[in-house]
């Protein structure tokens, strides 16, 4: 998970963090657009993939219908 990727590369540089958030801000569009919503975003939920990327885990909490299809996104 990502709070435990975190705690181990304490001096991350600043452009690696800003590209985390480039990536969850990427994935909660698509998921709104979607009419996804997950529920539970926190660091515990997102996977720091081999190739640097996040992946969002663990939609146990997640819901679906018309009232989360990213209308407002737009």
């Known amino acids: 998970p990502l709070n435990t990727w975190l ?3 304490r001096e991350l ?3 690696r963090l800003l590209s985390f958030g480039v990536d ?3 994935m909660l569009r ?3 657009e979607s009419g996804v ?3 539970d975003l926190n660091p515990g939920n997102l996977i720091v993939q081999p190739t ?3 992946a969002l885990i663990d939609f146990d909490q997640a819901a679906a219908g018309p009232q989360f299809d990213g209308a407002d996104l737009r």
Do not use: M, S, W
């Open 7 to 9: 705690q181990a590369h």
């Open 13 to 15: 540089a600043t452009p």
């Open 24 to 26: 969850v801000d990427e």
């Open 30 to 32: 698509v998921l709104a």
């Open 37 to 39: 919503a997950h529920r």
């Open 52 to 54: 640097g990327g996040l």
